[in-house]
């Protein structure tokens, strides 16, 4: 299973992107897509995740700041993140969990695209 992150970058405080990311391989299903996130010295955390169902789970610091959303015919989940603050500069993974063609769990991350809040 390969994942394929786009849209990091730099943004001013306060400003907002949108992530996306697209699974594709040997999948048979996928139950959650989501995004964490890892900042420089700092553990990797979750960001937001979304089931297959639409449910969704936001890590505390999102405050109401980001929304999850998933195509489930096109295996892509999306990030929009609004109110960009500094402490949100972070190395932001994309990831997946499921399974594959075999009927074997996979646990999947993408490469990380990089997102940096700053005037």
């Known amino acids: 299973v390969q994942l394929v992150e786009s849209g990091g970058g730099l943004v001013q405080p306060g400003g907002s992107l949108t992530l996306s990311c697209e699974a594709s391989g040997s999948i048979f299903s996928i139950n959650g897509m989501g995004w964490y996130r890892q900042a420089p010295g700092k553990e990797r955390e979750l960001v937001a995740m979304?089931?297959?169902?639409?449910?969704?789970n936001y890590g505390d610091f999102v405050k109401g700041r980001f929304t999850i959303s998933r195509v489930n015919a096109m295996n892509t989940v999306y990030l929009q993140m609004h109110s960009l603050k500094p402490e949100d500069t972070a190395v932001y993974y994309c990831n997946t969990r499921g399974f594959d063609t075999d009927r074997k769990v996979y646990d999947a991350w993408g490469q990380g695209t990089q997102v940096t809040v700053s005037s």
């Open positions: 979304v089931t297959s169902g639409g449910s969704t």
